[in-house]
């Protein structure tokens, strides 16, 4: 590993690894002479108290950076290695230390790139790739030549009806399992995720706080989200913390799974639950326990209904293979051109402008500006 040196500095340190998410993170550093290295051992305190800036080559050391764990290895005469948590923050406090030495040591990634850092799953990565191979600046250009109001309207539209889906390129969709207490709701959480992520047990009230997991389900990131059960009344206060919790969960959900206790069927507070669901989000009945005898009033017909039965693993992989198609009913192709990078804001910019009677001409050219400032 070598550093490129700028004006002179003690200690030259830089960012081995990418920005972003990782498990672990890596610095370089490097000195021109061994005397300077003294720099590192005052931040770094090895738990053998071997100093890093005379340790032999290739030795590991484990220990602490200002408090932070980290390992140190030193790999050249005048060169060491720090590897510490990933993320930004443990990088920082090491960076922090010579601030004047990594600006400009390594290029900033395009937005582009940032997004790739960020995308979790293959098929993400590949959409947030395809998009760098030009299809989301022709999408672009194709709106910044368009003749008309009418045409430029429409590009941007053609555009923007993949907003959703761009949103949920590195943002994982979020499902959130919501019904009265004990009817199986934390039993079909774990039965979706595959593991026990949360308690079971036969009592009503079990679950106080929302308990997350995240899924990749048709090749999306997912989080499943189990919550309190929801009752009219209750005297526990905990409980009616937990409810409130669930109740802020409606919220901020893209599907909503409505849970049923077969055996119990449609209740009043199933009614209260439909009415706390916003508007503008999907939703469907989940019937658990399927295994048991039907019993109870049947749910209101006009919504979307699955049975399952987390016991004996019943339309489990049914309700996990349909919640992508519900969310995703048009999947994107790798032509297909997807609004990141800030440009579904400046779509929406631009047809809000237009339809305050701005000039197209003015719109395309101050778009065209933009769009030559992109480095994707
Ligand atoms: N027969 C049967 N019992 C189930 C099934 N799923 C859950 N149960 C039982 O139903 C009871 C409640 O299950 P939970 O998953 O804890 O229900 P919950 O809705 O999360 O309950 P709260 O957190 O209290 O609101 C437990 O005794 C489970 O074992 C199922 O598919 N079949
Ligand atoms: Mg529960």
Redesign the pocket.
């Known amino acids: 590993m070598t550093i490129p040196q700028t004006s002179a500095p003690r200690v030259s340190a830089c960012r081995l690894t990418a920005p972003g998410r990782g498990a672990v993170a890596s610095v370089g550093l490097s000195c021109a002479s061994t005397k300077h290295a003294v720099a590192i051992d005052a931040a770094f305190c090895a738990a053998s108290n071997i100093r890093a800036s005379t340790a032999p080559i290739d030795r590991v050391l484990f220990g602490s950076w200002r408090g932070e764990d980290v390992v140190v290895v030193r790999t050249g005469e005048t060169e060491w290695e720090v590897h510490c948590h990933g993320g930004e923050a443990a990088v920082s406090r090491i960076l922090e230390e010579f601030p004047e030495n990594d600006s400009g040591m390594v290029a900033l990634p395009s937005t582009l790139e940032q997004l790739l850092l960020q995308t979790r799953t293959t098929k993400t990565a590949c959409l947030v790739l395809a998009q760098a191979s030009g299809i989301l600046r022709s999408a672009m250009i194709a709106a910044v030549q368009a003749r008309t109001p009418d045409a430029f309207r429409q590009q941007l539209n053609d555009l923007l009806r993949w907003e959703s889906v761009a949103n949920h390129l590195v943002d994982p969709w979020r499902v959130v399992i919501a019904?009265?207490?004990?009817?199986?709701?934390?039993?079909?959480l774990n039965a979706v995720s595959g593991y026990e992520r949360?308690?079971?047990?036969?009592?009503?009230?079990?679950?106080r706080d929302a308990v997350h997991t995240e899924l990749v389900l048709n090749g999306w990131p997912f989080c499943v989200v189990?919550t309190?059960?929801i009752q009219r009344h209750t005297d526990d206060p905990i409980e009616a913390h937990g409810i409130a919790r669930a109740q802020d969960r409606l919220t901020a959900a893209d599907l909503i799974l409505i849970?049923v206790d077969s055996s119990a069927g449609w209740t009043s507070d199933h009614d209260d639950i439909v009415l706390q669901i916003p508007d503008d989000c999907q939703r469907a009945i989940v019937y658990?326990?399927?295994?048991?005898p039907m019993s109870g009033q049947t749910p209101p017909e006009e919504l979307t209904l699955l049975s399952?039965?987390?016991?004996?693993g019943d339309g489990i992989r049914a309700l996990t293979e349909w919640i992508p198609m519900k969310l995703i009913p048009d999947e994107p192709t790798l032509k297909t051109a997807l609004p990141v990078a800030g440009t579904a804001e400046i779509c929406h910019m631009n047809l809000n402008l237009l339809s305050q009677g701005e000039s197209l001409n003015l719109l395309q050219d101050r778009m065209s500006q933009w769009l030559s400032s992109q480095t994707w």
Not at 198 to 207: C, H, L, N, R, Y
Not at 288 to 292: A, G, K, P, T, V
């Open positions: 019904g009265p207490p004990n009817v199986g709701k934390s039993s079909l949360a308690i079971v047990f036969d009592q009503p009230g079990t679950t189990d309190a059960g849970a658990c326990r399927n295994d048991l399952t039965s987390a016991d004996q």
